[in-house]
């Protein structure tokens, strides 16, 4: 069975930094293309970035761009999401999810499995 398991959000003054986890049991990671998402009140899921199965390309939302970096342990089965210079506006829950196809769609839709989601709250 395919589960991800996001871990590492918590409570984060404005300007400081937090790496997400999103581990993997079941199947191999890297033959995913994995997604970040995030959802704050009130507001629709939020694609955030992707990074592809087939070459490690790498995407950014313009909201997360020059801040955020994600990034894949495949020995470890593990993909990590760097924030930093997190603002209060980057509180929500974040999740990863799991696409079969290759490269980064673009398209939440294609993405079958998803984690629980971790909060990240950003506020001093």
């Known amino acids: 069975q395919l589960q991800l398991v996001e871990s590492g959000g918590g409570l984060v003054q404005p300007g400081g930094s937090l790496r997400l986890s999103c581990a993997a049991s079941?199947?191999?990671?890297?033959?995913?293309?994995i997604g970040w998402f995030r959802q704050a009140p009130g507001k629709e899921r939020e694609g955030i970035s992707c990074i592809s199965s087939r070459d490690g390309n790498t995407y950014y939302a313009d909201s997360v761009k020059g801040r955020f970096t994600v990034s894949r342990d495949n020995a470890k089965n593990t993909v990590y999401l760097q924030m930093n210079s997190l603002r209060p506006e980057d509180t929500a829950v974040y999740y990863c999810?799991?696409?079969?196809?290759?490269?980064?769609?673009?398209?939440?839709?294609?993405?079958?499995?998803w984690g629980q989601g971790t909060q990240v709250t950003v506020s001093s």
């Open positions: 999810a799991a696409d079969p196809n290759q490269n980064c769609s673009g398209y939440e839709s294609t993405f079958g499995s």
């Open positions: 079941g199947f191999t990671l890297d033959a995913y293309s």
